[in-house]
């Protein structure tokens, strides 16, 4: 029973038909507990734990609250003091902290907030933190670097952490439960991120079943299984690459994991819920739900489970494919329906992606909307599936009672709440309401070192103002605010058009009216997979083109300056039309292309996927670009009696000359440009990637580009150069590739009689990402990863060299060894493959060359795995990504073209050296910063001169006109490709004045009043 998404409609039209959620009674109902929960809540806030007050104060609202989001993310994992106490200074430094003195109605807010968190528990503070904590905040700037101070503040975080967690150890978890009556029922859960490396995988697996061992001790004489303590579990934490690319993998290593520990939880007879992650891994996850439900070892177990995210689009779907899979294997099913943690990355992640739709829902009304109507399907499928409501709002848990008391035979239910919150409005509502169900604590259990991730999203929930918890207290927002029926809204909204939020523009429209953005693919859904895998399968390479003779140069330069006289006058509203046209033409053939670059280039299907986004990105960007410049003469003012005007118009034709690792994406940059300004184009595609380059052609002549504007010339780079350098009407070359070839096509520039041309070169660089001890590991792996080994490591941005602050290296090294064990090498048309072949056997040859002398100058860390598939492709054009361990910035002197990545180790207070080391190289292309210290980021920025600068994420991928892309020094010429100024290099400038007087008298002065 295959889960398949529904295709998302328009958001207005899916909420439109989660309308009406609750009928007359029920909403009338669902309001009146909701106001009886709040007030009563209200009346007793001196009971509130103080970490709410202190939260409501300091949220994401105010500098303070975000300075103290930080520090609680990362501070606690900083090894070293003096780091540490840099990113202290630098985050108290930055609130104002007096202004919460004394605003705050709470007693706990400000200073005896401070006071308590710091000294009533375990620290000795001197007595002015309790008795005025807005002067010595104030005063911790000047003395950050005293052990108390720094000490402090570890604990205020450990503190603050600690809220949220119930044990450090399943065993610390359980004594606490066990003396406290808050904490009777729990579903407890495994902190930590999800798994980098098989080594994490199996660590939290263990994890998972001692945990199950230890709750099954504890829980055996209570005889129902819903009345005893469980257990939630991350599938991210059972495998480092649970993802839908990576299928069969995540069916033959994670669901025997998977099945081991339900079947443990089924041997203790304990709930077993499957945590919800983000949407792209939505299908999947069901078909693993599924597997387990199938298994026959735990046929009558009752306790399987999985959370459902009601702000996912898909939920309705989803709640009744688990129906119907219950009612088809009749066994029953708990599903935990909860709102969901992670909006905000899925809305980033969408846009990034340039996804059709947005997979969550753009309201906060409409999400609270589709849980009322996702919580009317789960009771309606009661008993065979048990329903468990997690929520802290306290009119969702009026309408939940509100829809099980029209519900036929009142189905059992439980609410579910998270550790650290919704404490007082739960307690509430079992003092107040009859036969209120059963609730139960999501428990996160470990050590303070996991805590951050979880925290952190603890700490948006409550700090963001869309949030109930973030605002029920405050008795400045009235209780009918508070507790709103999501429906009048949603009515009013569809009305009026204004459902999906205007803030949060769809993907394709993120440029606003300036463009459209080029359109994704959706790589969480198998159906989008499987169709990609079929049609690659009918597509074939064809045979080479024939190459290009010199004197077909010749020719070829002539028509197109023939045909450029003609274009170059034509309104650049028409040439900006062919441009958009030929970008839905690349977006129409997108199979195609994807094919040709995955079977001439070795691309694997995200890298190929990428690449038509960039070039279809190109022809938008640099039609409005166009638009801009030439669209009008810029009118200069002047004396009266004459007009002045600045024109800019075409030079004539370019040599184009694009490289093999961005067959389509730079080669269509390039041409597109001087073809919407106005000229004509002689481009010479890499020998190894002509087809290519002919297919974009054939889509811009279908867009109405003339065919003697722009030839494509198959031929050796050394021949066309000499013969294209050489001819009379060209009027420039763009040019990307090696440093060398840009030095000699520059001379032969040179040594040319007549006008002097322009060059507009991009080259390589040896790119670094700096890491201090701020950073959080997981990300610089990831983010190294992606840099260092995506598209085989042949990119001009990739990461060649990791600096890594000397406290937390050896971490980081482990982690990224075994990230690295985890990548797939092989045939670029597998789905499942990360890293392809490298272009030619010849130029794997130099790798290996490379990897040999490097090895002999340092240390070889770690080898990654060899091509697992090759179907065809020549076995010498793999490389597997290596690690190489390097003493100094200066061992490292030029650009190696493949998946290797050196790292080295350097002191805190040699980061000033590091980076001179590395602006002495010359190269000045990427550079990533991945730290919490802004004094890092400035430092690393003011001492660099890369031309692209990444902070806290991937080094690579550069986003037409959002993130313009070209280095300087040894890297490249500028202007930069996809940014403001690139156009401008095309054209030249003219001036036109007229003398007005010269034809009778200047009437415009005369005619003045
Ligand atoms: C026991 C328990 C288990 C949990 N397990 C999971 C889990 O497995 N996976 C998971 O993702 N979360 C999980 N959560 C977290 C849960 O998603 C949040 O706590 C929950 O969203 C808060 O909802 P609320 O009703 O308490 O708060 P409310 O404040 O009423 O609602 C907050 C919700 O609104 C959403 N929202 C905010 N603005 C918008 C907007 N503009 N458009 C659309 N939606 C918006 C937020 O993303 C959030 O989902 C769990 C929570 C509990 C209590």
Not at 473 to 495: N, Q, Y
Request: glycine content about 8%; aromatic content about 6%; proline content about 5%.
């Amino acid at each position: 029973m295959t889960f398949v998404s529904p295709a998302l409609r328009d958001e207005a039209a899916d909420v439109h038909a989660l309308l009406p959620a609750l009928t007359a009674e029920e909403r009338a109902a669902a309001l009146a507990t909701g106001y009886t929960l709040v007030r009563g809540a209200r009346r007793r806030a001196d009971e509130r734990p103080y970490l709410d007050a202190f939260l409501q104060e300091f949220g994401l609202s105010n500098q303070e609250g975000i300075a103290l989001m930080c520090l609680a993310e990362a501070l606690l994992r900083i090894p070293d003091d003096e780091t540490a106490d840099r990113l202290i200074a630098e985050k108290i430094a930055s609130g104002h902290w007096d202004a919460h003195a004394g605003r705050s109605g709470s007693l706990f807010v400000n200073a005896s907030t401070w006071g308590l968190m710091l000294t009533g528990k375990l620290v000795d503070l001197p007595r002015d933190i309790t008795t005025d904590a807005g002067s010595w905040l104030r005063g911790l700037s000047q003395r950050v670097t005293e052990p108390i101070v720094r000490n402090a503040l570890r604990r205020a975080m450990q503190i603050i952490g600690g809220e949220f967690v119930v044990g450090r150890s399943i065993d610390e978890a359980l004594a606490r439960c066990a003396g406290d009556t808050t904490l009777a029922l729990c579903s407890f859960d495994m902190l930590g991120e999800g798994a980098r490396t098989d080594a994490d995988a199996a660590r939290y697996t263990d994890a998972y079943a001692c945990a199950i061992e230890a709750i099954g001790r504890a829980v055996k004489d209570e005889p129902s299984l819903h009345a005893r303590h469980a257990i939630s579990i991350k599938l991210s934490a059972l495998d480092p690459r649970y993802s839908l690319l990576q299928r069969e993998r995540t069916l033959q290593r994670l669901l025997p994991r998977a099945i081991e520990l339900s079947r443990l939880a089924a041997t203790h007879g304990l709930g077993l819920t499957i945590d919800a992650e983000e949407q792209d891994r939505l299908e999947l996850s069901l078909e693993l739900v599924e597997a387990l439900a199938k298994d026959s070892a735990t046929r009558d177990w009752p306790g399987l489970g999985l959370a459902v995210q009601a702000y996912g689009r898909r939920a309705p779907a989803v709640i009744e494919h688990l129906t119907a899979m219950t009612r088809a294997l009749r066994r029953p099913l708990a599903v935990r329906l909860v709102k969901g943690a992670y909006w905000d990355s899925e809305i980033k992640r969408a846009q990034e992606r340039g996804l059709a739709e947005y997979p969550v829902y753009t309201r906060k009304s409409s999400t609270d909307l589709a849980y009322l109507a996702c919580a009317r399907k789960l009771l309606a499928a009661a008993p065979l599936i048990y329903p468990q409501f997690a929520t802290h709002n306290a009119h969702t848990i009026g309408a939940i009672l509100a829809l099980r008391a029209s519900a036929p035979g009142q189905p059992a239910l439980e609410f579910q709440r998270l550790h650290g919150m919704g404490t007082l409005l739960y307690d509430e509502a079992q003092r107040q309401l009859k036969d209120f169900p059963r609730v139960r604590v999501y428990a996160p259990v470990g050590p303070h070192a996991d805590l951050l991730a979880y925290l952190v999203r603890r700490l948006l929930e409550n700090g963001a103002n869309t949030s109930f918890v973030n605002r029920f207290m405050d008795e400045r927002v009235a209780v009918e605010e508070i507790v709103a029926d999501p429906s009048p809204e949603i009515e009013r909204r569809l009305r009026e058009g204004s459902l999906p939020h205007r803030g949060i523009p769809l993907p394709r429209d993120l440029f606003a009216t300036a463009r459209r953005n080029s359109s994704g693919l959706d790589l969480g859904r198998r159906e989008i997979l499987d169709g990609w895998q079929r049609a690659l399968a009918q597509h074939s390479l064809g045979a080479a083109p024939v190459c290009a003779d010199t004197a077909t140069v010749t020719t070829a330069f002539a028509s197109a300056a023939e045909a450029a006289r003609e274009w170059g006058r034509l309104p650049v509203e028409t040439r900006a039309g062919c441009l958009e046209r030929a970008a839905d033409g690349l977006e129409a053939q997108r199979e195609r292309l994807m094919s040709l670059l995955v079977l001439e280039a070795g691309k694997t299907l995200g890298d190929a996927l990428a690449e038509v986004r960039e070039a279809a990105d190109f022809c938008r960007y640099y039609a409005a670009e166009a638009r801009k410049l030439q669209a009008a003469a810029l009118r200069l003012a002047g004396p009266t009696g004459e007009t002045n005007e600045l024109r800019l118009e075409a030079r004539g034709v370019f040599a184009c000359i694009s490289p093999w690792n961005f067959p389509l994406a730079i080669f269509s940059g390039q041409v597109v440009a001087a073809l919407v300004t106005g000229n004509g184009v002689v481009a010479k595609p890499a020998e190894t990637t002509p087809r290519i380059a002919l297919a974009c052609a054939e889509v811009l002549y279908e867009a109405g580009v003339p065919r003697e504007l722009l030839r494509v010339l198959p031929m050796l780079g050394r021949e066309f150069g000499e013969q294209a350098l050489a001819e009379p009407s060209l009027a420039g070359v763009v040019f990307t590739g090696s440093t060398a070839t840009a030095r000699w096509i520059n001379r032969r520039l040179a040594e040319r009689e007549g006008a002097i041309l322009p060059l507009i070169a991009e080259t390589g660089g040896i790119n670094a990402m700096i890491v201090d001890s701020t950073a959080l590991p997981e990300q610089v792996v990831d983010d190294a990863i992606q840099s260092a080994f995506g598209s085989a490591g042949q990119r001009c941005s990739a990461l060649r060299l990791l600096c890594l602050q000397e406290d937390i290296a050896d971490r980081v090294i482990e982690m990224l060894s075994g990230a690295m064990d985890a990548l797939v090498v092989g045939d670029p048309a597998d789905l499942r493959t990360d890293v392809g072949p490298v272009i030619t056997a010849a130029a794997a040859d130099g790798l290996r060359a490379h990897i040999k002398e490097m090895t002999r100058r340092g240390r070889l860390l770690k080898s990654g795995p060899a091509a697992a598939t090759t179907s065809g492709i020549e076995p010498a054009r793999f490389v597997s990504p290596q690690l190489i361990e390097i003493d100094s910035v200066h061992d490292l002197e030029r650009e190696a073209f493949g998946p290797i990545l050196h790292v080295l180790r350097y002191a805190a207070r040699d980061l000033p050296q590091v980076l001179a080391g590395l602006r002495a190289n010359g190269y000045g292309l990427t550079l990533g910063i991945q730290t919490r210290l802004e004094g890092t980021l400035e430092l690393g920025y003011a001492e660099s001169n890369a031309g692209n600068v990444y902070v806290n994420r991937n080094m690579i991928g550069a986003v037409v006109g959002v993130q313009p892309f070209g280095g300087s020094g040894l890297s490249g010429t500028g202007p930069k490709a996809g940014g403001p100024h690139y156009l401008a290099r095309f054209v030249t400038e003219r001036t036109l004045t007229i003398n007005t007087t010269a034809t009778g008298g200047n009437t415009a002065l005369l005619s003045l009043d």
